[in-house]
């Protein structure tokens, strides 16, 4: 019997596999991390998807709002990694959003460490959580994809550094064509992390990432870092360096692309 007290699915639908095998689907949510966390163990563990139609109180990185307007694709994976990895998947699955949307027409690339941009205008974003229940560790991983939302549905101030599918593509792409797009390549990466065939994985992520090679500011918890963006760690963290040769190792940050001249 269905606990009350907890967020219930409009619908609950098989996928095909192999890892991701439940879909459940909400019209509206607070945040599809949020309500992923807490139906574990209830409705929701590894290979389960949540999807809502909109988010009222969608969040990125370090608690920042992410503006969730009908239209969008919001999601969240739940997954079982090992505690030390779940940041580096994280970071792993902003491929296969590229990937769909450039199947969709839109050229994305990727900024370190989970922006999905075009133009350097962000189009999606990926947020990573951690958590236990009991012994058990999970994975959370949260999508947010601008697809068919209308942009004057973001708050003014975000209008002018983000985009959508439906401003950048030619034609009308529906979020369950994306959604079965991306889970194909989802499925692949999360099979492949599995397989530690994880230094392969960050190769391809390099290359889908425009950082790299950019002069950057790096904002971190203990201050910030400039110089070029030099490489991506095994583990996904971003390597700068300095003008005079010295690299630093930034596991957590924001990033912030220079463009002065060379």
Not at 49 to 66: C, D, E, N
Not at 139 to 157: H, W, Y
Not at 239 to 245: E, K, N, S, T
Request: overall charge neutral.
């Amino acid at each position: 019997m269905a606990d009350e007290s907890l967020p219930q699915p409009v619908a609950v639908e098989d996928r095909p596999g192999p890892i991701f095998r439940r879909l459940l689907r909400f019209d509206a949510v607070d945040s599809t991390n949020e309500v992923a966390k807490l139906l574990l163990g209830h409705g929701a563990d590894e290979g389960t998807i949540l999807v809502a139609k909109r988010q009222s109180a969608g969040k990125g990185r370090h608690g920042r709002a992410w503006a969730s307007p009908p239209g969008g694709l919001y999601l969240s994976f739940v997954v079982k990694p090992e505690p030390a990895y779940v940041a580096t998947l994280g970071l792993l699955l902003g491929m296969p959003v590229v990937k769909a949307l450039r199947h969709f027409g839109v050229f994305a690339t990727l900024k370190w460490p989970n922006d999905v941009v075009f133009m350097e205008k962000k189009i999606g974003g990926i947020l990573s959580e951690g958590v236990y229940r009991g012994d058990a560790f999970y994975g959370v991983i949260g999508v947010g994809v601008n697809t068919g939302m209308d942009l004057e549905r973001l708050p003014e101030d975000l209008r002018a550094r983000a985009t959508s599918v439906k401003r950048e593509g030619a034609e009308y792409v529906d979020n369950d064509d994306f959604l079965d797009y991306m889970m194909k390549h989802v499925e692949d990466i999360v099979s492949k992390f599995r397989t530690e065939t994880r230094d392969r994985l960050i190769k391809d992520y390099r290359g889908l990432c425009t950082t790299i090679g950019k002069d950057v500011v790096v904002t971190t918890p203990k201050g910030k870092v400039a110089g070029r963006a030099y490489d991506i760690t095994p583990m996904g963290a971003l390597v700068v360096m300095d003008p005079q040769g010295a690299k630093t190792e930034i596991v957590d940050g924001t990033v912030e692309h220079s463009h002065r001249p060379r």
